[in-house]
């Protein structure tokens, strides 16, 4: 398959801030509320790991130790940047990684999302846990910066994930063609070749 490429420069990182509407104090928020978070994010991004890897149909597709581990570890990462605050070309390069990784692997986005939903899930526990002393005004705004955060990091990923499923679809069409067009030259070939046989026998 043709290699995709998805150029992440300054130009795109301000026009996905302002499409999500993410400034200065979202980022300063979710920086303060990683490191506080950071300690559990590798727990989150296992329970969501083995969450998808209960369906047999994504249990199939990551076989063995290894690659679950190289799995775990790539989402903890993803994870870490992303609650670090720093949304550089690192990190949308990452979110675009992931899109293409699923691509490649034909990994529905019904199961990246599936992830998202356990992430979200287990964030807001831990902010609505006695434990942290986080006030429900301080709660609200980590989650409205959250919510903003995340569906960026989706949309990379989906981004590149049917950027990759059109290649797939054009290189298939191209495929055809040249298999077609191959197999006109061929006919044709039988044609001239049947037609100097029959001038040699008159």
Not at 38 to 43: A, E, L, M, N
Not at 120 to 138: C, G, K, N, T, V
């Amino acid at each position: 398959m043709s290699e995709i490429e998805i150029k992440v420069d300054e130009a795109l990182i301000k026009r996905m801030y302002q499409r999500f509407r993410i400034e200065k104090k979202d980022l300063e928020l979710l920086h303060e509320f990683g490191e506080r978070l950071g300690p559990v994010i590798g727990q989150i991004a296992d329970k969501a790991l083995q969450h998808i890897l209960s369906f047999p149909e994504c249990a199939a597709v990551f076989k063995g130790e290894p690659s679950k581990q190289k799995m775990l570890a790539g989402e903890t990462a993803h994870l870490a940047k992303l609650f670090s605050g720093a949304l550089d070309e690192e990190f949308f390069g990452m979110g675009f990684h992931i899109g293409l990784v699923h691509g490649a692997l034909d990994i529905e986005p019904a199961w990246y999302l599936s992830c998202y939903a356990i992430y979200m899930d287990e964030f807001l526990r831990w902010l609505a846990s006695p434990a942290q002393h986080i006030s429900p005004e301080q709660a609200f705004e980590i989650n409205m910066v959250l919510y903003k955060i995340m569906t960026l990091d989706i949309s990379l990923a989906w981004e590149a994930y049917y950027r990759q499923r059109e290649q797939k679809i054009r290189d298939s069409y191209q495929a055809l063609e040249a298999s077609h067009n191959l197999s006109l030259r061929m006919i044709e070939q039988r044609d001239r070749e049947i037609e100097e046989l029959l001038k040699t026998r008159g």
